[in-house]
């Protein structure tokens, strides 16, 4: 009796330390903010079931990529979630584009923010100049020499409400992601930042945890256990997407679960996991991208309340070229307010379509 109310205690006690989670509210549908495979660009789709999708703007481009990724022009792995106050939107995207450099190096990341989903404005991050682009240039450097900076990928967002700046400020955006240095270190590892409310500052990298091989598009979710839970992919030792959890956002990381990950695609390969519930549905979805088959397939499987026993994969419905990407929540008025946005834009493009014909 005594040990069952002191694990009771304890797991109470664990709860109300993770107190770390994005904003979720809507009870009507679905946002799939997305890297399109047609291109190196952001695309979003809307869904009342999480499954079945309608395409916004046709699957082009939400907005211009060159606009929004300075250095390179092509925006990859959007992820998108509310802003802390639940009142605007924020997304992280990997500035890069393999279709121009023709090689899988970045050089750094975009910080994007709206207030209707629709409109948005960026700050981009060019790691390469080193810890002058950050808010804490004096603190200790994960590198020697940001120069030679060769990746920084999938970033993904989660608000810590604990986090605590130099002026005393509380509150900021943990933005995690996968970096590689060559000439420092081996393999790709799992770093993270602080992004401040504006959205428009960061703070230099930290190393998040290092199981000794490659580990790249981690995905990380607040469960009814108290407990993080991390969706990631391994590029070293058996590959897979696989779970580990820790007690804590930015330490704690234990070694991945190694008897229960998404194994039902025998050997083909797969990224990008992203996990979301289903509006009423403690139990999970985890989507990923199985880039190995061509064509490709975009896959939803189910997992149980705890983000284990994956089970009954399923392709994507309804999306033009889907990638690696994000699930958002949304209520009834984002849900019309994008379809409102898709048709006015499609009848602005017919007719200034008709106007250039009627010239010729």
């Known amino acids: 009796m005594k040990k069952t109310i002191f694990a009771t205690m304890m797991m109470a006690a664990t709860a109300l ?62 992820f998108i979630t509310r802003s802390y106050d639940g ?52 603190d200790k450097s994960v590198y020697k020499d940001w120069s030679t900076i060769n990746r920084v990928w999938a970033p993904q967002i989660f608000w810590d409400p604990d986090y605590v700046w130099e002026n005393g400020e509380r509150g900021g955006y943990m933005i995690y992601y996968s970096m590689l240095n060559r000439p420092e270190e081996q393999y790709d590892r799992m770093y993270y930042s602080y992004a401040d409310k504006s959205f428009t500052r960061l703070t230099q990298p930290k190393l998040l945890f290092d199981w000794g091989y490659a580990t790249i598009d981690a995905d990380i979710n607040l469960l009814a256990d108290g407990k993080y839970h991390m969706l990631i992919k391994k590029e070293g030792g058996q590959h897979g997407i696989f779970t580990a959890t820790s007690d804590h956002l930015t330490h704690g990381w234990g070694e991945p679960v190694a008897d229960d990950y998404v194994s039902f695609e025998g050997k083909k390969n797969c990224e990008g996991s992203s996990a979301f519930q289903l509006i009423g549905d403690p139990t999970w979805r985890v ?41 958002m929540r949304i209520t009834k008025q984002e849900y019309m307010k994008l379809l409102k946005h898709d048709y006015q834009t499609r009848m602005k493009q017919l007719k200034e379509e008709y106007a250039r014909n009627k010239t010729k």
């Open 17 to 78: 330390t993770a107190s770390a989670q994005n904003v979720v509210k809507g009870d009507y549908g679905y946002l799939y903010c997305h890297m399109s495979d047609k291109g190196e660009y952001t695309a979003y789709a809307v869904s009342r079931d999480g499954y079945n999708y309608t395409d916004i703007l046709g699957g082009e481009p939400i907005m211009n990529p060159q606009e929004h990724a300075r250095i390179e022009g092509g925006q990859r792995d959007a």
């Open 87 to 138: 009142k605007g939107y924020v997304m992280v995207t990997t500035d890069m584009c393999v279709a121009k450099s023709h090689k899988w190096d970045n050089y750094g990341i975009d910080l994007l923010k709206s207030d209707d989903l629709i409109h948005w404005t960026s700050v981009t991050f060019d790691y390469r100049k080193g810890t002058s682009i950050f808010s804490n240039p004096q």
């Open 287 to 327: 989507a990923y991208i199985q880039y190995s088959d061509n064509p490709k397939h975009y896959r939803i499987c189910k997992a149980d309340e705890n983000l284990r026993n994956f089970h009954d994969p399923v392709d994507i419905k309804g999306v033009t070229a889907p990638q690696h990407g994000s699930f």
